[in-house]
């Protein structure tokens, strides 16, 4: 039971990470109908930028935590934000009337790109950082001595999605860009007529969609202690798994299907093989996509003619 | 020429625009650049991190972007919008096909005579053997991809469970190569057949999705199965394939013996030569025919319509699961080849990089388009083999191209496959004749 508890939490926290990285592949769906290929490598992105930000910092002689924490929240969101809307300027709007599978290749050609970018420019190897928010709580010891922990860098990454989501979906719902959005994802060119930018709501969509993935790429830094050049791949591939599984184009339900499979992969870790826990998201993904193409909260999909 | 007065308007706000637009990005490029590139990290053998600043090639990139745009933006004006498909005039089009009815027999020959001029640099052979082998595995793809328009993201599974049955086959129960190469493809197609039924409701970017989850999960198992496929150990050993039973080595019975003539290990090299290239015409034999069958016609009209394709009456199910298993087959002959050729194997020579380059291949050689898609195969592995100096920028320049590519012919670089029947005249129906009601 207590062992049990423990990979509740870990799956958790995993799960924040994944449903971070999940919005962003479940926005660009909705609006512009297309996969967006290089997203697990934006987060790696982040992840990098914010390890980067660290050094400097540190190497300047801040101690404070709280404040080395926020500046490098803000800076690698800004960063990785620039990339998002770069990558939508340079690889996607031009095809945005070409046919079906251009934007997917275009997107699998950027993949490439930044991730071998990241590899050129920061080298092949794993960087680690040291650990720097220690300490956590114990929540119940069992009488054999298994030990159930919440460490407060769990606490954190589950706080910092909380918080995020509650912001993000005050702006769809409630801001004129989200109005925007939602009228872009139901019908670009009416939105148009009525006076929606539609090029600036898509842009828009692509940088908030990166900036989340930069809050997931430092979590993810801050969680495990490492980066690499190679992360976003797998990565990118359960959270989308985690966006369809939750429905793609619904922002609760990626985050529903992140902690669905952080959750699943941790306890298939735990109780089966740590080998075959890749085997087991990529086996859901097809399974979900058969039986439950629309995802647990999303709309069916209407084929048009 | 044909337009020169569209772009008129301009000049006026020209210079001042330029600049303003090249400074924009090379401030972009600034603010993208100036971690990843200005500051460098690298763990030291204590496993700290440290880093120095590369502040030099920020600033020489930042000036390439800017002079980039500039010039880009000048060949803009000067050329016209890019991105328009324009339409190529008839007698440029008449004189292509004419240069392409010669090509491909052209081609051919000299193809067939590689071996005969190239036989003392061994170099030049192996690396046509590499093209040959991307060529066959473009048009494996190529059936699935270019002709019943499925986008297939997990291709390389199909090469390694050809490459692995081979493999094992030979290794555990000393199978000869020529009882395995049906059997891979048998076993390929099979497994195509397994990926076919799952994913016949999907379509589009879902499908494509799907394929990649399961060419990564071919992957992972292989890794992890270390009693049968040995993990990423790979398996070693794979007997090197026979000229019909006779073994092509310097043996008193082997093939040059027999011959009475001198033994050259020369002699195995165009013998796989050969016999890629003979699979690889297979390949495109079968695929030609089944094309003027109904089965074939059956996928063009899936890549043009599916909706429409129901609607006729055409078994969908089975077209899709024709197309992954005639794909996956000859995938499944590609890797017991590969197999055969390299006597080693391991999972690192079936990731999704491999899939993303054949794919790259179909796609640039015009998706459908047979020549097209060995043109394509010999560009893209003969520019590797440029950068292979630069190992760790090929796959950066490989990236770009496809974006590249996408942007400024998204229908093929080299060729493009239309339909291959379609009506001729465009009918015409009087609106008497659909009015509601009268149906």
Same mark, same amino acid.
């Given at each position: 039971?207590?062992?049990?508890?423990?990979?509740?939490?870990?799956?958790?926290?995993?799960?924040?990470?994944?449903?971070?990285?999940?919005?962003?592949?479940?926005?660009?769906?909705?609006?512009?109908?297309?996969?967006?290929?290089?997203?697990?490598?934006?987060?790696?992105?982040?992840?990098f930028i914010a390890l980067i930000t660290f050094l400097i910092?540190?190497?300047?002689?801040?101690?404070?935590?709280?404040?080395?924490?926020?500046?490098v929240?803000?800076v690698s969101?800004?960063i990785?934000?620039?990339?998002?809307?770069?990558?939508?300027?340079?690889?996607?709007?031009?095809?945005?009337?070409?046919?079906?599978?251009?934007?997917?290749?275009?997107?699998?050609?950027?993949?490439?790109?930044?991730?071998?970018?990241?590899?050129?420019?920061q080298?092949?190897?794993?960087k680690?950082?040291?650990?720097?928010?220690?300490?956590?709580?114990?929540?119940?010891?069992?009488?054999?001595?298994?030990?159930?922990?919440?460490?407060?860098?769990?606490?954190?990454?589950?706080?910092?999605?909380?918080?995020?989501?509650?912001?993000?979906?005050?702006?769809?719902?409630?801001?004129?860009?989200?109005?925007?959005?939602?009228?872009?994802?139901?019908?670009?060119?009416?939105?148009? =007529?009525?006076?929606?930018?539609?090029?600036?709501?898509?842009?828009?969509?692509?940088?908030?969609?990166?900036?989340?993935?930069?809050?997931?790429?430092?979590?993810?830094?801050?969680?495990?202690?490492?980066?690499?050049?190679?992360?976003?791949?797998?990565?990118?591939?359960?959270?989308?798994?985690?966006?369809?599984?939750?429905?793609?184009?619904?922002?609760?339900?990626?985050?529903?299907?992140?902690?669905?499979?952080?959750?699943?992969?941790?306890?298939?870790?735990?109780?089966?093989?740590?080998?075959?826990?890749?085997?087991?998201?990529?086996?859901?993904?097809?399974?979900?996509?058969? $039986?439950?193409?629309?995802?647990?909260?999303?709309?069916?999909?209407?084929?048009?003619? | 020429?044909?337009?020169?007065?569209?772009?008129?308007?301009?000049?006026?706000?020209?210079?001042?625009?330029?600049?303003?637009?090249?400074?924009?990005?090379?401030?972009?490029?600034?603010?993208?650049?100036s971690l990843m590139?200005g500051i460098r990290t690298?763990?030291?053998?204590?496993?700290?991190l440290?880093y120095?600043?590369?502040?030099?090639?920020?600033?020489? =990139?930042?000036?390439?972007? $800017?002079?980039?745009?500039?010039?880009?933006?000048?060949?803009?004006?000067?050329?016209?919008?890019?991105?328009?498909?324009?339409?190529?005039?008839?007698?440029?089009?008449?004189?292509?096909?004419?240069?392409?009815?010669?090509?491909?027999?052209?081609?051919?020959?000299?193809?067939? =005579?590689?071996?005969?001029?190239?036989?003392?640099?061994?170099?030049?052979?192996?690396?046509?053997?590499?093209?040959?082998?991307?060529?066959?595995?473009?048009?494996?793809?190529?059936?699935?991809?270019?002709?019943?328009?499925?986008?297939?993201?997990?291709?390389?599974?199909?090469?390694?469970?050809?490459?692995?049955?081979?493999?094992?086959?030979?290794?555990?129960?000393?199978?000869?190569?020529?009882?395995?190469?049906?059997?891979?493809?048998?076993?390929?197609?099979?497994?195509?057949?397994?990926?076919?039924?799952?994913?016949?409701?999907?379509?589009?970017?879902?499908?494509?999705?799907?394929?990649?989850?399961?060419?990564?999960?071919?992957?992972?198992?292989?890794?992890?199965?270390?009693?049968?496929?040995?993990?990423?150990?790979?398996?070693?050993?794979?007997?090197?394939?026979?000229?019909?039973?006779?073994?092509?080595?310097?043996?008193?019975?082997?093939?040059?013996?027999?011959?009475?003539?001198?033994?050259?290990?020369?002699?195995?090299?165009?013998?796989?030569?050969?016999?890629?290239?003979?699979?690889?015409?297979?390949?495109?034999?079968?695929?030609?025919?089944?094309?003027?069958?109904?089965?074939?016609?059956?996928?063009?009209?899936?890549?043009?319509?599916?909706?429409?394709?129901?609607?006729?009456?055409?078994?969908?199910?089975?077209?899709?699961?024709?197309?992954?298993?005639?794909?996956?087959?000859?995938?499944?002959?590609?890797?017991? $080849? $590969?197999?055969?050729?390299?006597?080693?194997?391991?999972?690192?020579?079936?990731?999704?990089?491999?899939?993303?380059?054949?794919?790259?291949?179909?796609?640039?050689?015009?998706?459908?388009?047979?020549?097209?898609?060995?043109?394509?195969?010999?560009?893209?592995?003969?520019?590797?083999?440029?950068?292979?100096?630069?190992?760790?920028?090929?796959?950066?320049?490989?990236?770009?191209?496809?974006?590249?590519?996408?942007?400024?012919?998204?229908?093929?670089?080299?060729?493009?496959?239309?339909?291959?029947?379609?009506?001729?005249?465009?009918?015409?129906?009087?609106?008497?004749?659909?009015?509601?009601?009268?149906?």
């Open positions: 039971m207590d062992y049990f508890a423990q990979q509740l939490i870990n799956g958790l926290v995993l799960g924040s990470i994944y449903g971070l990285i999940a919005i962003g592949y479940t926005m660009v769906y909705g609006i512009v109908g297309m996969i967006n290929f290089a997203h697990g490598d934006v987060f790696m992105i982040g992840g910092l540190i190497s300047f002689g801040l101690t404070a935590i709280p404040v080395i924490l926020l500046v929240l803000l969101m800004a990785t934000a620039l990339y998002g809307w770069t990558i939508e300027r340079i690889a996607y709007r031009p095809l945005r009337h070409s046919f079906r599978l251009a934007p997917m290749l275009s997107a699998i050609g950027m993949s490439f790109v930044l991730t071998n970018y990241s590899q050129v420019t080298g092949a190897r794993v680690p950082i040291p650990p720097f928010i220690t300490g956590g709580y114990t929540l119940h010891e069992s009488p054999d001595g298994f030990v159930i922990q919440l460490s407060n860098i769990q606490i954190m990454v589950v706080i910092t999605t909380v918080v995020l989501l509650a912001i993000f979906t005050w702006l769809v719902s409630r801001t004129r860009l989200g109005r925007d959005m939602r009228a872009c994802e139901q019908d670009q060119t009416m939105a148009a =007529l009525l006076g929606v930018n539609v090029d600036r709501t898509i842009s828009m969509t692509f940088v908030i969609g990166a900036a989340l993935a930069a809050v997931a790429g430092l979590m993810y830094l801050l969680y495990y202690g490492l980066v690499d050049f190679f992360m976003g791949f797998v990565a990118g591939i359960k959270a989308f798994t985690a966006a369809v599984l939750g429905g793609i184009g619904s922002l609760p339900g990626a985050m529903l299907g992140g902690l669905a499979i952080g959750l699943i992969e941790t306890f298939w870790s735990a109780y089966f093989s740590v080998e075959y826990k890749d085997v087991a998201a990529f086996s859901i993904l097809i399974v979900v996509l058969i $039986f439950m193409p629309t995802g647990l909260l999303g709309r069916p999909e209407v084929e048009k003619v | 020429m044909t337009a020169p007065s569209t772009n008129t308007a301009k000049p006026a706000t020209g210079l001042a625009s330029l600049l303003k637009t090249a400074l924009i990005n090379a401030l972009v490029a600034l603010v993208l650049f590139v690298e763990a030291g053998s204590d496993g700290q440290t120095w600043t590369r502040f030099g090639e920020l600033a020489s =990139l930042v000036a390439v972007v $800017f002079g980039g745009s500039i010039v880009i933006e000048l060949l803009r004006q000067w050329i016209g919008p890019t991105g328009a498909e324009r339409l190529v005039p008839p007698a440029v089009q008449s004189g292509m096909s004419l240069i392409g009815r010669y090509l491909t027999p052209a081609l051919l020959i000299f193809t067939v =005579l590689v071996p005969v001029i190239f036989y003392d640099q061994r170099y030049i052979l192996d690396l046509a053997i590499l093209v040959l082998t991307y060529v066959m595995l473009g048009w494996g793809l190529n059936v699935v991809v270019g002709l019943a328009g499925l986008l297939d993201l997990g291709y390389v599974a199909f090469y390694a469970v050809g490459a692995y049955s081979y493999g094992l086959l030979a290794t555990n129960f000393g199978w000869s190569f020529w009882i395995c190469l049906p059997l891979a493809g048998i076993l390929a197609a099979f497994w195509g057949v397994l990926l076919g039924f799952p994913v016949l409701r999907l379509r589009g970017d879902y499908l494509a999705i799907v394929t990649l989850a399961f060419g990564e999960i071919i992957r992972l198992v292989i890794i992890n199965w270390q009693s049968l496929t040995g993990g990423p150990n790979g398996v070693s050993g794979i007997p090197r394939p026979s000229f019909f039973g006779i073994p092509l080595d310097n043996s008193d019975d082997g093939f040059a013996a027999r011959l009475g003539i001198e033994y050259s290990p020369t002699h195995r090299i165009v013998f796989l030569f050969y016999l890629i290239l003979a699979l690889a015409l297979l390949t495109n034999w079968v695929t030609i025919r089944l094309r003027r069958l109904p089965i074939g016609r059956a996928w063009e009209a899936l890549r043009e319509d599916e909706v429409a394709c129901r609607a006729l009456g055409i078994n969908t199910t089975t077209t899709k699961l024709t197309a992954f298993a005639t794909g996956a087959m000859f995938g499944g002959f590609a890797g017991a $080849f $590969f197999a055969t050729r390299q006597g080693f194997i391991s999972p690192e020579s079936f990731t999704f990089q491999e899939s993303a380059l054949v794919l790259a291949i179909v796609v640039l050689g015009g998706m459908g388009s047979q020549l097209g898609v060995a043109l394509a195969a010999l560009a893209m592995i003969g520019g590797f083999e440029l950068f292979r100096g630069l190992e760790t920028y090929r796959m950066l320049v490989f990236g770009m191209a496809m974006v590249l590519i996408m942007i400024w012919r998204p229908r093929g670089l080299i060729g493009h496959r239309a339909p291959t029947v379609y009506l001729t005249k465009a009918q015409a129906i009087s609106s008497d004749l659909v009015k509601e009601g009268h149906g």
